[in-house]
């Protein structure tokens, strides 16, 4: 298969692209894209999101075990959160 018909059968499949936070008992607060959720489990209801292994995201859902996530609604939402930046400095640790 040629490198074109590929990265066109590749894009056919659906993803989600989802917001996932964390904040530890000192407020410090991770924030990550992910974009492999999936259902495990009705009962009890379980599910896996997968985090890099090397991200801040990853070390604070270690620490509380605990975290959120949510799919935004439209391309305007994605945008919102990522501008501007400044907003964010000094409360996320990057990885």
């Known amino acids: 298969m040629d490198a074109g018909m590929k990265k066109t059968a590749l894009r056919m499949i659906p ?3 989802y ?3 964390a904040k530890t008992g000192d ?3 991770a924030a990550s894209t992910v974009n492999w959720v999936t259902q ?3 009962d009890p209801p379980l599910i896996v999101v997968v985090v890099k292994v090397d991200s ?3 070390d604070t859902i270690n620490e509380t075990g605990a975290y959120m996530f ?3 609604l ?3 939402s ?3 959160l990522v501008k501007p930046l400044h907003r964010f400095l000094g409360r996320l640790r990057h990885s």
């Open 70 to 72: 949510f799919k935004p």
């Open 56 to 58: 801040s995201a990853h």
């Open 19 to 21: 917001i996932l936070t």
């Open 78 to 80: 994605y945008s919102e």
């Open 40 to 42: 495990t489990s009705f």
């Open 27 to 29: 407020d410090r607060v």
């Open 74 to 76: 439209g391309k305007e």
């Open 15 to 17: 993803y989600g692209l």
